[in-house]
C-alpha cells in the first residue's frame, strides 16, 4: 500500500461494564496514549445515534477511524456489547480508501460474534491481537490481506485506491492505450468493452469506432469512460496533418528524465528501423510550434523523420503532456439583432466538434468559414 494510506496503528477499543470505555488491544503497543483516548473516547464507544456508523476524528495530530458496534442482548451484562475496531492513521492521510475496510471489519466482528461469540468469549477475543498484527503488516505492505479466524471462517480484505472521475468522453475524442495492448486481459471486461477493443488504435475517435464496431454511440462513451477510470486508456485529439501543436514546460522532462526518453523512442520508433536518436525527437517536438501544421514539420525535417513515425511522435506527446494542440473554434460576429445565433460558431465549439457533429470534413467547413466575411477563427 502507498505510503498515502498508511496505517500506524490499529486498535481494538470495547465498552466494559465497570471500567467504561478501554483499549483492550493495540499494534503496536502504548500508541495511542491516554491523553489521545480521553479525548476522542465518545467518537469510539459511541452513543446509539452514532452507532454502526463510519467515524473519522482528529485530534492531536492523528486521525482515528472506527465503525462503533452494539449488540443488545440480556445475555451481556447492561444488555449490550459496545465495541470498535479501528485504524490510526497521521492528521494530513487521505483515509477514505480505508473507509469499506473498516465497514467490513465490523461487519465480520459483528457475524463472528452473533454465530460464536467471538468477541464476548475472553479466549476466542484473545485471538484478535495477533489477526490485528497480520492486518497492519499485511495492509501495509501490499494493500491486501488475508485473515484466517477459525476453520469456517476467513476475512479476505483488499484496499482499493479511490480515483478521480474520469472526464466526459465526447464523440470526437481519440482514445489510446496508456500500456502495450497485448497486456490487455480482454475477459476481464463486459461485452461491450471487448467489442470496441480491436478499434482502439490511438487514431480512431469515438464516433468512428462507433459506426465501425457497431456498438451505440452512447455505449462507446460509456465504455471508455470506464477504461479512463482505471488508467487504462487516456484521451488524445484527432491526429490530422493540418493540425497545429506548441510543446509546453513538460517538455524538458524529455531531457531530464532517462527513463520518459528511452520511452518515448521506443513508441515512436518506425517499425523495422534503427532506433531513433534523441536528438531528431526532441528537435521535432521543438519544431512544433503557433502557424506550423504537422504537414509543414514533415517537410522541414524530413531527414529526421526517417526513422520517426510522426504520429505516434504526436499521440505520444499528447499523452505525456509534452506537446499540446492548439484547436480552431468559430465565432460568428452577428450584427443584426433580428437573426438567429449560431449554435455551433459562438467560440465554444472546435472544428473537431463540429466535423463530427455535422458529418462534414475538415477541409470543407474551413472552406465554408473562410467564405462567410461574419466569422472569426480563435486559436487556443
Not at 78 to 106: M, W, Y
Not at 237 to 263: G, H
Not at 282 to 289: E, V
Amino acid at each position: 500500500m502507498g505510503m498515502c494510506t498508511r496505517i500506524e496503528c490499529i486498535f481494538f477499543s470495547e465498552f466494559h461494564p465497570t471500567l467504561g470505555p478501554k483499549i483492550t488491544y493495540q499494534v503496536p503497543e502504548e500508541y495511542i496514549s491516554r491523553e489521545l483516548f480521553d479525548t476522542v473516547q465518545v467518537y469510539i464507544i459511541t452513543k446509539p445515534e452514532l452507532q454502526n456508523k463510519l467515524i473519522t476524528v482528529t485530534a492531536m495530530g492523528k486521525k482515528l477511524i472506527g465503525c462503533p458496534v452494539c449488540i443488545e442482548h440480556k445475555k451481556y451484562r447492561r444488555n449490550a456489547l459496545l465495541f470498535n475496531l479501528g485504524f490510526v492513521c497521521d492528521a494530513q492521510i487521505n483515509t477514505c480508501p480505508l473507509e469499506p475496510i473498516v465497514k467490513k471489519l465490523s461487519g465480520y466482528l459483528t457475524t463472528l460474534e452473533l454465530e460464536s461469540g467471538f468477541i464476548s468469549n475472553e479466549d476466542s477475543k484473545q485471538k484478535l491481537l495477533p489477526i490485528m498484527s497480520t492486518l497492519l503488516e499485511e495492509l501495509n505492505a501490499t494493500g491486501a490481506c488475508t485473515l484466517p479466524i477459525d476453520e469456517s471462517n476467513t476475512i479476505h480484505l483488499k484496499l482499493i485506491q479511490l480515483r478521480k472521475d474520469p472526464p466526459i468522453v465526447q464523440e470526437y475524442d481519440v482514445p489510446v492505450f496508456t500500456r502495450c495492448k497485448e497486456h490487455f486481459i480482454k475477459s476481464q471486461w463486459d461485452l461491450t468493452t471487448q467489442q470496441i477493443l480491436p478499434y482502439i488504435d490511438g487514431f480512431r475517435h469515438i464516433q468512428k469506432i462507433s459506426a465501425e464496431a457497431d456498438v451505440e454511440l452512447n455505449l462507446v462513451r460509456i465504455a471508455v469512460q470506464n477504461l479512463l477510470y482505471y488508467g487504462v486508456v487516456t484521451l488524445v485529439s484527432i491526429f490530422q496533418y493540418s493540425n497545429v501543436y506548441c510543446t509546453t514546460p513538460k517538455v524538458q522532462s524529455l531531457i531530464d528524465d532517462k527513463s520518459l526518453q528511452q520511452e518515448c523512442l521506443s513508441y515512436v520508433t518506425k517499425q523495422g528501423q534503427k532506433r531513433a536518436s534523441l536528438r531528431d525527437v526532441f528537435q521535432l517536438y521543438c519544431g512544433l510550434s503557433p502557424g506550423t501544421t504537422v504537414r509543414d514539420l514533415c517537410s522541414r525535417y524530413s531527414q529526421q523523420l526517417q526513422r520517426v513515425d510522426e504520429r505516434r511522435l504526436i499521440q505520444f506527446g499528447l499523452m505525456k503532456s509534452l506537446i499540446r494542440r492548439l484547436q480552431k473554434y468559430p465565432v460568428k460576429v452577428i450584427c443584426d439583432e433580428r437573426s438567429r445565433p449560431p449554435r455551433l460558431y459562438t467560440g465554444c465549439h472546435s472544428y473537431d466538434e463540429i466535423c463530427c457533429k455535422t458529418g462534414i470534413s475538415y477541409q470543407e467547413l474551413d472552406e465554408r468559414l473562410e467564405n462567410d466575411p461574419n466569422i472569426v477563427v480563435c486559436w487556443k
